[in-house]
């Protein structure tokens, strides 16, 4: 099967579902929230009829018709991009989300992008130097820091360097006397509110990419290629970036994907612990106060934001490999 | 020559797979006394392991409010301090423990239990069976798994028993071993070995158990480590974010009521409450992945220390 038809499958199917996860869960399970609903709003005097139409206002729920209506009804909301009202504050999910999403995107692309320029160089240090003190510490500390959850890392930041040292600003996006905006104070808060997430996401992550690039790194230097470029008495800087570099990182792009889907999964810790206004907290908020439509609105739009970079990454990478094209069945 | 490693395979019955299990025991152990990162995360693990398994029976907690005995520095009486309402913490930490561990080697069980048997059939099978569940495979290594956990987790309306939070986290977590054993599988497959076993008329289940199965174990092993380290960020993440109902004390339930009921934040006193969850975490995980190290090395002799 031709590679971009699967890329696009997986898509569609991922995508597929999740939507119909979350319909299940809400919907069918036995004890569902849609049913507790209810009987909250009976329990706050409502008769079963209004409880309903009051339910029927947040989500497109009816209860009476069968469930393949149901569901059809609920893709064609999700569709048009009605991801219903979030049953504690009253507004569109889709309008909340849509303040949160930047944020979020935000967060994790820098994230990803100096984590990745962080272990990239590393790494290639680590493996021309390799053997050294330098490289056992810090092969050891990349290992040890990629397990470490963010959660933890995050709560030891937030308490010594932004509530005790106030080195850092322990909550929100921006300042609060700033007016958003493209001025400087406000792009300089921003960044400043942003610095603690960012590195709590660099310390946990940098290590998997650092430790492959030096074990790439390592086999690269072993090659033909890298002699004869010696041999002809090439300048090494040339060697290392020209040579070695690109070769050793090519291989790394594939861990793109996976590495994506991990950070969107710890927005929910990272971006709760340090207040930050993203899909994370929401989905963080909606989890404590049980609020379904938010929650599942949340879930829905990580993992299509997920996905979509994944395409996207996967396409870049065959662009730039194009082996992946030929030898993939 | 490689028809001779067929019928020795062949001839291994269970009397020699057990010796094989002591001789591998005993090299493990070599290598571990060698290799002293590995020895050092083999003592966590075991530390940890017993603390699950009999500390609570030695150490009783009691969860009685004693509010005169509010945030008591660590002490003789109370190694670790109280908590907000005067409650021993050590007692605390060390029955988390066994949730915690529980939890995490029941879903290492699960995941290699479910990645065994849907990546040997997939990629011993192969054909349309195969294509057919790597399209699974790519959707759930595709969706965020911990939102989805969250998600699950948080429809569930009742307590949930170590087992069962093992088995969600193990449906959201299994597929990245199954597609990973069964691309071992394909290659394996191709083996001359395997060949000759086939020629011999040796059936499909002698084949998958005799022949392939031993060389995915060291395999399987290193990714119990991994499939362990992230069970414990799950499942300590799940009561962390209190999204599961808090039933028995758990180090993420800790961390919790620590951040955001106790202002642990700004209150320095509810810093030995706070870090002593934060610390366990730190050090089982760092056990783990230790003690994978030792494995990568004894499985794989080429990454063997030069004064091996």
């Known amino acids: 099967m031709n590679w971009v038809v699967r890329r696009i499958i997986n898509l569609i199917l991922t995508i597929i579902i999740s939507v119909s996860v979350t319909f299940f869960l809400v919907r069918i399970m036995p004890g569902n929230p849609v049913d507790t609903l209810i009987q909250q709003y009976m329990m706050q005097g409502y008769s079963y009829k209004e409880a309903l139409t009051a339910v029927r206002a947040l989500i497109s729920y009816m209860p009476n018709e069968p469930l393949h209506i149901q569901y059809f009804n609920y893709w064609k909301a999700i569709l048009r ?69 963010h959660y933890i890392i995050g709560v030891v930041f937030v308490v010594f360097l932004a509530v005790q040292l106030r080195l850092f600003p322990a909550y929100g996006a921006y300042g609060r006397g700033v007016t958003p905006g493209f001025n400087i104070q406000f792009i300089g808060s921003v960044l400043y509110h942003a610095a603690l997430p960012v590195i709590t996401y660099v310390v946990t992550t940098f290590g998997g990419w650092m430790l492959s690039m030096k074990s790439n790194t390592i086999s690269v230097l072993g090659e033909y290629y890298v002699v004869a470029a010696r041999a002809r008495g090439l300048p090494n ?93 | 020559m490689i028809g001779a490693k067929g019928l020795i395979s062949l001839r291994k019955g269970i009397s020699r797979g057990l010796q094989g299990w002591a001789s591998e025991l005993k090299f493990t152990f070599k290598i571990l006394k060698r290799d002293r990162t590995g020895l050092v995360g083999l003592g966590i693990i075991v530390f940890f392991a017993l603390m699950a398994a009999i500390g609570p029976e030695v150490y009783p907690l009691e969860m009685m409010p004693h509010p005169e005995d509010r945030f008591l520095p660590p002490s003789l009486e109370h190694p670790l301090g109280t908590d907000f309402a005067g409650r021993d913490t050590l007692a605390q930490i060390i029955h988390g423990s066994r949730s915690v561990m529980a939890v995490a080697f029941l879903t290492g069980l699960f995941v290699v239990l479910i990645s065994i048997v849907l990546g040997i059939s997939s990629g011993y099978i192969g054909g349309k069976f195969d294509m057919l569940m790597m399209r699974i495979v790519d959707v759930f290594l595709t969706i965020p798994s911990f939102p989805l956990l969250v998600i699950i987790a948080a429809s569930v309306n009742r307590t949930l028993s170590p087992v069962e939070v093992a088995l969600i986290i193990a449906a959201v977590e299994w597929a990245g071993l199954t597609r990973a054993i069964r691309s071992q ?69 800790m961390l919790n009521i620590a951040l955001y009921r106790q202002s642990g934040l700004l209150n320095r006193k509810v810093w030995p409450y706070l870090f002593s969850p934060v610390i366990c975490v730190v050090l089982v995980q760092t056990g783990f992945i230790l003690f994978l190290h030792t494995l990568e090395e004894i499985f794989n002799p080429r990454l063997r220390s030069e004064e091996a």
């Open chain 1, 81 to 149: 991009g009605d991801l219903g009202r979030s049953i504690t504050l009253a507004t569109p999910v889709s309008q909340i989300l849509g303040f949160a999403v930047p944020w979020t995107v935000f967060i994790v692309s820098i994230s990803l992008l100096s984590s990745f320029s962080v272990g990239v160089l590393l790494g290639v240090y680590a493996a021309y130097k390799r053997g050294s003190l330098f490289d056992h510490s810090i092969s050891l500390f990349a290992s040890i820091s990629r397990s470490i959850p």
């Open chain 1, 237 to 329: 800087r040339r060697i290392s970036l020209t040579y070695v570099g690109r070769n050793a990182i090519l291989p790394l792009f594939t861990r793109f994907a996976i590495s994506i889907g991990y950070m969107f999964g710890g927005v929910v810790f990272v971006e709760t612990i340090f207040s930050y206004p993203g899909i994370g907290s929401y989905l963080s908020y909606a989890i404590g106060v049980r609020d379904w439509t938010l929650m599942t609105g949340c879930f829905l739009l990580i993992t299509i934001a997920v996905v979509v970079s994944n395409f996207v990454a996967d396409l870049l990478y065959s662009r730039l490999d194009p082996r992946i094209r030929f030898t993939a069945k």
């Open chain 2, 185 to 253: 599988v394909l290659s394996i497959r191709e083996e001359n070995y395997i060949e000759s076993a086939r020629c011999l008329g040796l059936g499909a289940f002698h084949i998958i158990f005799n022949e392939i199965f031993p060389s995915l174990k060291p395999y399987i092993a290193m990714n119990l480590c991994l499939t362990i380290v992230s069970a414990i960020y799950s499942q300590v993440g799940l009561y962390f974010l209190g999204v599961m109902p808090y039933t028995s004390v758990n180090w993420g339930t």
